[in-house]
T-cell receptor, first 115, second 114 residues
Framework: GAGVSQTPSNKVTEKGKYVELRCDPI?????LYWYRQSLGQGPEFLIY????????DSGLPNDRFFAVRPEGSVSTLKIQRTERGDSAVYLCASSLGEGSTYEQYFGPGTRLTVT | GQNIDQPTEMTATEGAIVQINCTYQ??????LFWYQQHAGEAPTFLSYNVLDGLEEKGRFSSFLSRSKGYSYLLLKELQMKDSASYLC???????????????FGTGTQLKVEL
């Protein structure tokens, strides 16, 4: 079946601009996560959704970052007034449920470059 | 705070066995995942341990000792396609909403040579 998909695959934007990154989770997965991965590093947790609500947004670096999941499926990560330090690969993952044994399935990521 | 340590790089020979270690100190522990990540691709699941001991799955095995804060991934009969980054990730339970946040190490870049 279809995996997690993310669009766009690459995004180049100028410093100060606004960007939106989209994630389509696996159908039926209620849990959705956003991570950010910088070069040579492991993914870093940003935010977790259970259904429509953001249950944990403790990883968002500042208030320029915001994410929504209005219908409990597709999620959008929004970054305002982008900075060069925001350049990274943004990964989305979904899982079937709440238990720790539920593996998180990752999408291919969106590579964001802020010039 | 969270601290997860893995070697940055390892090199091994095709057909050999390699062990990738991971030590962790985290506030809260709900299991440990190993993921494989090829350059430019998404991490893919390899194994999950929540109890002490060895979990074997084909050419890959993973071991956990919770008292020592230690895990390893063992890869046997190495193939060239195993060249990738291997990520150790500790699972921490999210009290609000019941999800599980993964805290990753920096990854171990494995190079398999002829």
């Amino acid at each position: 079946g279809a995996g997690v998909s993310q669009t766009p695959s690459n995004k180049v934007t100028e410093k100060g601009k606004y960007v939106e990154l989209r994630c389509d989770p696996i159908s039926g997965h209620t849990a959705l996560y956003w991570y950010r991965q910088s070069l040579g590093q492991g993914p870093e947790f940003l935010i977790y959704f259970q259904g429509t609500g953001a249950a944990d947004d403790s990883g968002l670096p500042n208030d320029r970052f915001f994410a929504v999941r209005p219908e409990g499926s597709v999620s959008t990560l929004k970054i305002q007034r982008t900075e060069r330090g925001d350049s990274a690969v943004y990964l989305c993952a979904s899982s079937l449920g709440e238990g720790s044994t539920y593996e998180q399935y990752f999408g291919p990521g969106t590579r964001l470059t802020v010039t | 705070g969270q601290n997860i340590d893995q070697p940055t790089e390892m090199t091994a020979t095709e057909g050999a066995i390699v062990q990738i270690n991971c030590t962790y100190q985290t506030s809260g522990f709900n299991g440990l995942f190993w993921y494989q990540q090829h350059a430019g691709e998404a991490p893919t699941f390899l194994s999950y341990n929540v109890l002490d001991g060895l979990e074997e799955k084909g050419r890959f095995s993973s071991f956990l000792s919770r008292s020592k804060g230690y895990s390893y991934l063992l890869l046997k009969e190495l193939q060239m396609k195993d060249s990738a980054s291997y990520l150790c990730a500790v699972v921490q339970y999210i009290l609000t909403g019941g999800g599980n946040k993964l805290t990753f190490g920096t990854g171990t870049q494995l190079k398999v040579e002829l």
